[in-house]
C-alpha cells in the first residue's frame, strides 16, 4: 500500500510539473565554399607555342594529348592542364602559359 501511495504521488507531482519549450531566436546561417576554379577547354592546335614545345620535349614525346583545358584560378593564376595517353596510361600535366610544368 506505501508503494502504491508513492507512486501515485510521482506520478501527481510528474504531472504537475511542466516543460516550457521554446523557438530559438539565434539565426543560423549557413556557409558553403565554391570551388573558384573555372576550367576552360582549348584545342591541342590553339595551345602556346611554349606548352607545345614543352610537349614535343624528349620527356612527353611519346605521351599524345588527347584534351586540354585553360585552367582559371581565384587568384587570376592561370596554367593548361593537358591530359595525355601512353598506350594504357594516362595522366594529366599542369603547364604553365611559359611551357613549364607545375608539379
Known amino acids: 500500500m506505501k ?3 508513492l ?3 510521482f506520478l501527481a507531482f510528474a504531472g504537475l510539473t ?13 556557409s558553403t565554399q565554391q570551388d573558384s576554379v573555372t576550367k576552360t577547354p582549348v584545342e591541342a592546335k590553339d595551345l602556346p607555342d ?15 594529348p588527347t584534351a586540354a583545358f585553360l585552367v582559371t584560378k581565384a587568384d587570376k593564376s592561370e596554367y593548361y592542364q593537358v591530359d595525355v595517353k601512353k598506350q594504357e596510361e594516362t595522366a594529366s600535366l599542369k603547364i604553365g602559359k611559359d611551357g613549364v610544368v607545375i608539379e
Open 18 to 30: 511542466t516543460v516550457e519549450a521554446s523557438e530559438i531566436k539565434v539565426p543560423v546561417t549557413i
Open 50 to 64: 611554349a606548352v607545345k614545345t614543352t610537349l614535343s620535349s624528349d620527356t612527353f614525346k611519346e605521351w599524345i
Open 7 to 9: 507512486s501515485a504521488a
Open 3 to 5: 508503494k502504491i501511495i
